[in-house]
Nanobody, 120 residues
Framework: VQLQASGGGLVQPGGSLRLSCIASGFTLDYYAIDWFRQAPGKEREGVACINSDDDNTYYAVSVKGRFTISRDNDTNTVYLQMNNLKPEDTAVYYC??????????????WGQGTLVTVSS
């Protein structure tokens, strides 16, 4: 099982980024997928999750209305569109696979993250 996140970078406050997560070694459409982040000196924070069977999505309060998670099972890719970014969104972002089809089961696997820095 491998998950590779990419798309991070430096962006000004109010800007946008789209993160990608390419999954391999398993069938993407059998599992819920999360994005979580970790800022320096802070605890890990779940950002978003998408179910595999009904595509229901769930968001942290801190990002709801600004971030959108989506999946393309044909290309084994999960996306996180991030709009109206704020300095407090600065963190390393990771994608993770859950143990089952529905969100809420925790992170069974995750890969290396991608750094997002929001600064003027």
């Amino acid at each position: 099982v491998q998950l590779q996140a990419s798309g991070g970078g430096l962006v000004q406050p109010g800007g946008s980024l789209r993160l990608s997560c390419i999954a391999s070694g398993f069938t993407l459409d059998y599992y819920a997928i999360d994005w979580f982040r970790q800022a320096p000196g802070k605890e890990r924070e779940g950002v978003a999750c998408i179910n595999s069977d009904d595509d229901n999505t769930y968001y942290a309060v801190s990002v709801k209305g600004r971030f959108t998670i989506s999946r393309d099972n044909d290309t084994n890719t999960v996306y996180l569109q991030m709009n109206n970014l704020k300095p407090e969104d600065t963190a390393v972002y990771y994608c993770a696979r859950e143990p089952d089809r529905n969100c809420g089961g925790g992170y069974a696997y995750w890969g290396q993250g991608t750094l997002v820095t929001v600064s003027s």
